[in-house]
């Protein structure tokens, strides 16, 4: 469906709609279940039977979370009251007889309790609100606009969410389809809001609780953040932006135009590594808006959320997506050079330290990620190893490699802009492995060591071999110390290394 990546640049103007999904959700803040009612509305005369699914899901969270597990008290009925039938299909899929009916109406609750960014949570003064685990979706009506209406309680101050409000009313949205609601997190209450607009875009800082926002840098410095990553992608792609930052757990959920995370929630009262370490988490989530919503592999979107979706490329979606969160962080001036070559050490550090890199490629870790072989088994660090790790300081060897191969010409900053311009925006899709590798090809050049480089990074990717970093990084002025996994600066390097350096690592 090329439509859905394009409807989400232009998803934040109301879409006038009779749609054929209408859902009520009502926040029960005693029992803690969203007690959802959904009037469906026949595709075709006679219909005999409609199929309702729910996520087991979640884009971005790659892990089942087996949503169906929490509904409960399903029922169907036409609209005159009279009870209609219904049978579970699999897991995830609930089959109403419509009898004919034009228009038959559904109920069900859903528990709502869960400390997660990809799950609902309602407490007695606000109510996080994930859409996969609340709204089940007709695979007819999947790319069709849905109306949802939030009954919430009258003392709750604040909507919070990437979505617009339909204009006179509190919270009722229209919004395009399937993909978008559960791409858009609410976050209902009295939480800290702060509304301002840079550039032209419209921004929202949700924080839950926020109490010592007041007086910390983080706005400058988000701005800071924002404008380096548009310098690297040339392009903003959305109207408006929300941060819902709560306090919990850790995690994060990137969206289109929207984060949602549970972090420290601390601003002012942290030391200055914890607040580099929030602002990098913040700006990870924040670039994936780029990398894997719009830059994706092809197996990520249109989504099937009935079941798993397996791609080997979740290291560049997310390892790169760090590399760039750590370069925002530096290209907007928040840190120096040193503190960007600790983030970079760290990551080497903590994949060179264990055996999994000798037994598991970074391709495959991607593409095994669903049987959660980081789990508990205790010999994950063993025989296998997290793609977030490598994957970030593979960004780094690419951007070295490119720059060293054509003398300065390219960074992965084109690469990036190539995947997005070409993938995203012209075919409007997501891309294959081998056109990743293409596209790598492509940027290095069509001299022999431009093939020889790409085939270098990939056999780095696709095997176990080990990386010979002194290689990658030494031409560009970078030296790693082999016992501490420290990255350094080359003393006195040469006035052409020193200025790919620079343009690398700002130093
Ligand atoms: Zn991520």
């Given at each position: 469906?090329?439509?859905?990546?394009?409807?989400?640049?232009?998803?934040?103007?109301?879409?006038?709609?009779?749609?054929?999904?209408?859902?009520?959700?009502?926040?029960?803040?005693?029992?803690?279940?969203?007690?959802?009612?959904?009037?469906?509305?026949?595709?075709?005369?006679?219909?005999?039977?409609?199929?309702?699914?729910?996520?087991?899901?979640a884009p971005g969270y790659y892990d089942v979370l087996n949503y169906p597990k929490y509904v409960t008290d399903f029922k169907a009925t036409k609209t005159n009251g009279t009870a209609l039938t219904w049978s579970k299909y699999?897991?995830?899929?609930?089959?109403?007889?419509?009898?004919?009916?034009?228009?038959?109406?559904?109920?069900?609750?859903?528990?709502?309790?869960?400390?997660?960014?990809?799950?609902?949570?309602?407490?007695?003064?606000?109510?996080?609100?994930?859409?996969?685990?609340?709204?089940?979706?007709?695979?007819?009506?999947?790319?069709?606009?849905?109306?949802?209406?939030?009954?919430?309680?009258?003392?709750?101050?604040?909507?919070?969410?990437?979505?617009?409000?339909e204009k006179g009313t509190k919270c009722k949205f229209i919004v395009p389809d399937f993909d978008i609601l559960y791409d858009s997190p609410i976050l209902f209450g009295n939480h800290f809001v702060e509304k301002f607009a840079h550039n032209g875009h419209e921004y929202e800082f949700a924080f839950d609780?926020?109490?010592?926002?007041?007086?910390?840098?983080?706005?400058?410095?988000?701005?800071?953040?924002?404008?380096?990553?548009?310098?690297?992608?040339?392009?903003?792609?959305?109207?408006?932006?929300?941060?819902?930052?709560?306090?919990?757990?850790?995690?994060g959920l990137e969206h289109l135009n929207s984060q949602a995370d549970y972090s420290s929630?601390?601003?002012?009262?942290?030391?200055?590594?914890?607040?580099?370490?929030?602002?990098?988490?913040?700006?990870?989530?924040?670039?994936?808006?780029?990398?894997?919503k719009r830059i994706r592999p092809i197996e990520l979107g249109p989504f099937d959320y009935s079941q798993e979706p397996f791609t080997p490329l979740l290291w560049f979606s997310e390892g790169f997506t760090s590399y760039y969160s750590a370069q925002m962080l530096r290209r907007g001036k928040i840190i120096t050079t040193e503190e960007l070559l600790g983030i970079y050490s760290r990551y080497i550090h903590d994949i060179e330290i264990y055996e999994g890199h000798k037994h598991m490629t970074l391709r495959q870790s991607s593409y095994d990620i669903w049987l959660d072989f980081m789990g508990d088994k205790g010999?994950?660090?063993?025989?296998?190893?997290?793609?977030?790790?490598?994957?970030?300081?593979?960004?780094?060897?690419?951007?070295?490699?490119?720059?060293?191969t054509t003398k300065n010409e390219h960074s992965l900053d084109d690469f990036m802009r190539l995947l997005y311009n070409r993938y995203y925006k012209e075919l409007q899709r997501g891309f294959t492995e081998e056109e990743f590798w293409q596209a790598l090809q492509e940027i290095m050049g069509t001299t022999q060591e431009a093939t020889d480089?790409?085939?270098?990074?990939?056999?780095?990717?696709?095997?176990?071999?080990?990386?010979?970093?002194?290689?990658?990084?030494?031409?560009?002025?970078?030296?790693?110390?082999?016992?501490?996994?420290?990255?350094?600066?080359?003393?006195?390097?040469?006035?052409?290394?020193?200025?790919?350096?620079?343009?690398?690592?700002?130093?």
């Amino acid at each position: 469906m090329k439509k859905l990546f394009f409807l989400a640049v232009t998803m934040m103007a109301a879409v006038a709609t009779s749609a054929k999904m209408s859902y009520t959700v009502e926040i029960d803040t005693v029992g803690k279940y969203l007690n959802v009612k959904l009037q469906y509305v026949a595709s075709e005369k006679g219909q005999q039977k409609v199929e309702l699914q729910m996520p087991i899901w979640a884009p971005g969270y790659y892990d089942v979370l087996n949503y169906p597990k929490y509904v409960t008290d399903f029922k169907a009925t036409k609209t005159n009251g009279t009870a209609l039938t219904w049978s579970k299909y699999r897991k995830s899929t609930w089959i109403v007889n419509m009898a004919g009916a034009d228009t038959i109406l559904v109920s069900y609750r859903t528990y709502a309790n869960v400390m997660d960014v990809a799950n609902s949570r309602i407490r007695p003064e606000g109510a996080f609100i994930a859409g996969n685990g609340t709204f089940m979706y007709e695979q007819g009506h999947k790319y069709e606009p849905v109306e949802v209406s939030y009954i919430i309680p009258d003392n709750w101050k604040y909507v919070s969410t990437g979505l617009k409000v339909e204009k006179g009313t509190k919270c009722k949205f229209i919004v395009p389809d399937f993909d978008i609601l559960y791409d858009s997190p609410i976050l209902f209450g009295n939480h800290f809001v702060e509304k301002f607009a840079h550039n032209g875009h419209e921004y929202e800082f949700a924080f839950d609780p926020g109490d010592d926002y007041e007086g910390s840098t983080f706005k400058k410095d988000f701005i800071a953040m924002v404008d380096a990553a548009t310098e690297i992608m040339k392009e903003v792609p959305y109207d408006n932006y929300c941060i819902i930052n709560m306090e919990g757990v850790g995690g994060g959920l990137e969206h289109l135009n929207s984060q949602a995370d549970y972090s420290s929630g601390r601003f002012t009262t942290k030391s200055r590594a914890d607040y580099i370490r929030e602002l990098d988490f913040i700006a990870h989530e924040y670039f994936h808006l780029y990398n894997v919503k719009r830059i994706r592999p092809i197996e990520l979107g249109p989504f099937d959320y009935s079941q798993e979706p397996f791609t080997p490329l979740l290291w560049f979606s997310e390892g790169f997506t760090s590399y760039y969160s750590a370069q925002m962080l530096r290209r907007g001036k928040i840190i120096t050079t040193e503190e960007l070559l600790g983030i970079y050490s760290r990551y080497i550090h903590d994949i060179e330290i264990y055996e999994g890199h000798k037994h598991m490629t970074l391709r495959q870790s991607s593409y095994d990620i669903w049987l959660d072989f980081m789990g508990d088994k205790g010999n994950h660090r063993d025989v296998a190893f997290s793609y977030y790790n490598k994957g970030s300081y593979m960004g780094l060897l690419f951007d070295a490699k490119i720059r060293t191969t054509t003398k300065n010409e390219h960074s992965l900053d084109d690469f990036m802009r190539l995947l997005y311009n070409r993938y995203y925006k012209e075919l409007q899709r997501g891309f294959t492995e081998e056109e990743f590798w293409q596209a790598l090809q492509e940027i290095m050049g069509t001299t022999q060591e431009a093939t020889d480089a790409t085939a270098l990074l990939r056999r780095y990717v696709d095997t176990t071999d080990d990386i010979d970093y002194d290689a990658l990084l030494n031409p560009i002025g970078i030296v790693l110390n082999h016992e501490t996994w420290q990255l350094s600066l080359m003393e006195k390097p040469s006035k052409q290394v020193a200025k790919m350096r620079k343009a690398l690592i700002g130093e």
